[in-house]
């Protein structure tokens, strides 16, 4: 299931349906660059998500097992490693975003 970092009243079965297909305003970063405007997309709940970030595509899958895979358009598809940095910033490898990300 599908949670939010800031969950609406009608709790978080509510924000999984909604975020499925759903195209959310974020801020990223990008090698320790500035922060900059960016947008998630969210393909399938749980699994696949993209982030558009300063006019680059940079899709992500889940394999259900804790992997997560990225593709640049520039590249094949890589492993990364998620972690949380503070305050609340999801990163995956060199590629940081933070506001309501959809977490599974």
């Known amino acids: 299931m599908l949670a939010m970092v800031s969950v609406a009243a009608a709790g978080p079965g509510a924000a999984a349906v909604?975020?499925?297909?759903a195209v959310i305003p974020l801020e990223c970063r990008l090698e320790r660059g500035a922060w900059q405007p960016c947008r998630m997309e969210v393909?399938?709940?749980?699994?696949r998500w993209l982030l558009v970030v300063a006019g680059r595509r940079l899709e992500f899958r889940h394999d259900g097992r804790g992997g997560v895979s990225m593709q640049?358009?520039?590249?094949?598809?890589?492993?990364?490693?998620?972690?949380w940095e503070k305050?609340?910033?999801?990163c995956w490898d060199g590629v940081c975003a933070r506001g309501a990300i959809p977490l599974d």
Do not use: F, H, M, T
Not at 18 to 21: E, K, P, S
Not at 43 to 47: M, N
Not at 72 to 83: F, P
């Open 18 to 21: 909604q975020a499925q297909g």
């Open 43 to 47: 393909i399938e709940i749980g699994s």
């Open 72 to 83: 640049s358009d520039a590249g094949g598809w890589r492993s990364v490693s998620s972690r």
């Open 87 to 90: 305050p609340q910033n999801l």
